[in-house]
């Protein structure tokens, strides 16, 4: 059994230090990194500017796993979306979103979930195991190599809770950052989040200009134990006050994402409660009419309920924008192709 650490799942300052072991100097790693995200390197070999002993000793002492594509679907607006399998079996979902302009990755930072949130496919077959940096790096490389094209923006919403992974989510961001690594803008690297308030304020404290989305889903507290059991020790007036104190040390408006359940959270006492909570609060609300998944008993709203919801939003000054749906040919729910696919 080969126990060899994976080279991907290295953040840049351990990659450093593991080349200062061989007393390689640090520009080695920028060379690396290259060779791993821009270039999908599948050997050590390859690496034709490092010294051979050096690649030696990465060989030595590194594994260099590359992730295949176990299945691929596209939906006729031009969605793709991929399971991913990795070195282990283990796999997960990624999703390609073009426009015409840019290419958005949906990448997911966990095999599987534990929030458990109801509406949610991932979080029916638990959690497997933490994505390492590299691995949440594949997703991206392995998008743009099918479509041809540059990342734009990249988008921590698919499978997992980024926050439950912190250190490796903040290793991949900033590899995906970096002009050495993906090259994509701080302010197009998302972080969606149920809202692990420590989380939210840790994130505060980084340095680049992530920018941070929190699932909400109902501001009134019964609604959003039912839909979000796993964060229901996290109040919303203590939510509420996160948010306040990121916005005001980072000076970034946040995102919350509120998926509309019919005859859940549509109706006028939740849009009322929506409304209260974000008056006054500097925030973007994103509606977006819920995705079925088979045996959740959860629907989609009628149609005139997110528009409703937006003018209300509107009116009280709040910034709000509908989810434009993609994918509605193909598995579209985040979980759906990985629990229908075997293996």
Same mark, same amino acid.
């Given at each position: 059994?080969?126990?060899?650490?994976?080279?991907?799942?290295?953040?840049?300052?351990?990659?450093?230090?593991?080349?200062?072991?061989?007393?390689?100097?640090?520009?080695?790693?920028?060379?690396?990194?290259?060779?791993?995200?821009?270039?999908?390197?599948?050997?050590?070999?390859?690496?034709?500017?490092?010294?051979?002993?050096?690649?030696?000793?990465?060989?030595?002492?590194?594994?260099?796993?590359?992730?295949?594509?176990?299945?691929?679907?596209?939906?006729?607006?031009?969605?793709?979306?991929?399971?991913?399998?990795?070195?282990?079996?283990?796999?997960?979902?990624?999703?390609?979103?073009?426009?015409?302009?840019?290419?958005?990755?949906?990448?997911?930072?966990?095999?599987?979930?534990?929030?458990?949130?109801?509406?949610?496919?991932?979080?029916?077959?638990?959690?497997?195991?933490?994505?390492?940096?590299?691995?949440?790096?594949?997703?991206?490389?392995?998008?743009?190599?099918?479509?041809?094209?540059?990342?734009?923006?990249?988008?921590?919403?698919?499978?997992?809770?980024?926050?439950?992974?912190?250190?490796?989510?903040?290793?991949?961001?900033?590899?995906?950052?970096?002009?050495?690594?993906?090259?994509?803008?701080?302010?197009?690297?998302?972080?969606?989040?149920?809202?692990?308030?420590?989380?939210?304020?840790?994130?505060?404290?980084?340095?680049?200009?992530?920018?941070?989305?929190?699932?909400?889903?109902?501001?009134?507290?019964?609604? +959003? %134990?039912? !839909? $979000?059991? /796993?964060?229901?020790?996290?109040?919303? *007036?203590?939510? &509420?006050? #996160?948010?306040?104190?990121? =916005?005001?040390?980072?000076?970034?408006?946040?995102?919350?994402?509120?998926?509309?359940?019919?005859?859940?959270?549509?109706?006028?006492?939740?849009?009322?409660?929506?409304?209260?909570?974000?008056?006054?609060?500097?925030?973007?609300?994103?509606?977006?009419?819920?995705?079925?998944?088979?045996?959740?008993?959860?629907?989609?709203?009628?149609?005139?309920?997110?528009?409703?919801? +937006? %003018?209300? !939003? $509107?009116? /009280?000054?709040?910034?709000?924008?509908? *989810?434009?749906? &993609?994918? #509605?040919?193909?598995?579209? =729910?985040?979980?759906?192709?990985?629990?229908?696919?075997?293996?």
């Amino acid at each position: 059994m080969d126990t060899k650490t994976d080279i991907k799942a290295l953040s840049r300052a351990q990659l450093e230090s593991a080349l200062a072991e061989f007393g390689q100097p640090a520009f080695r790693a920028s060379q690396i990194v290259r060779w791993l995200y821009q270039r999908g390197a599948f050997s050590f070999e390859q690496m034709s500017d490092l010294p051979v002993g050096l690649r030696s000793a990465l060989e030595e002492r590194f594994a260099l796993s590359v992730p295949e594509v176990a299945r691929r679907q596209v939906s006729a607006d031009g969605t793709r979306k991929y399971l991913v399998r990795f070195a282990d079996g283990v796999s997960v979902e990624t999703v390609g979103l073009p426009a015409a302009d840019r290419l958005t990755v949906c990448f997911s930072t966990q095999a599987g979930c534990a929030m458990g949130c109801s509406f949610c496919a991932t979080g029916r077959g638990g959690l497997t195991r933490d994505l390492t940096p590299g691995e949440m790096l594949d997703q991206l490389t392995l998008v743009a190599s099918d479509f041809g094209s540059r990342i734009s923006n990249a988008v921590a919403m698919g499978q997992g809770e980024p926050f439950a992974n912190y250190d490796a989510l903040l290793a991949a961001l900033r590899y995906m950052n970096a002009k050495d690594g993906v090259g994509v803008g701080a302010r197009h690297l998302t972080v969606s989040t149920c809202g692990l308030l420590p989380g939210i304020a840790r994130f505060a404290t980084e340095p680049e200009q992530f920018t941070l989305a929190v699932s909400l889903h109902s501001a009134k507290q019964s609604t +959003r %134990d039912r !839909l $979000m059991p /796993a964060v229901r020790k996290y109040r919303l *007036r203590e939510l &509420r006050a #996160a948010l306040v104190a990121y =916005a005001e040390a980072t000076g970034r408006r946040p995102t919350l994402e509120y998926a509309l359940v019919g005859g859940v959270n549509d109706g006028g006492d939740e849009l009322a409660a929506l409304v209260g909570f974000c008056s006054g609060l500097l925030c973007h609300v994103n509606l977006i009419p819920v995705n079925p998944v088979s045996g959740t008993g959860m629907t989609r709203p009628a149609a005139e309920t997110a528009r409703r919801f +937006r %003018d209300a !939003l $509107m009116r /009280a000054g709040v910034e709000t924008s509908v *989810r434009v749906e &993609r994918g #509605a040919d193909i598995d579209a =729910a985040c979980g759906q192709l990985r629990q229908r696919t075997k293996g």
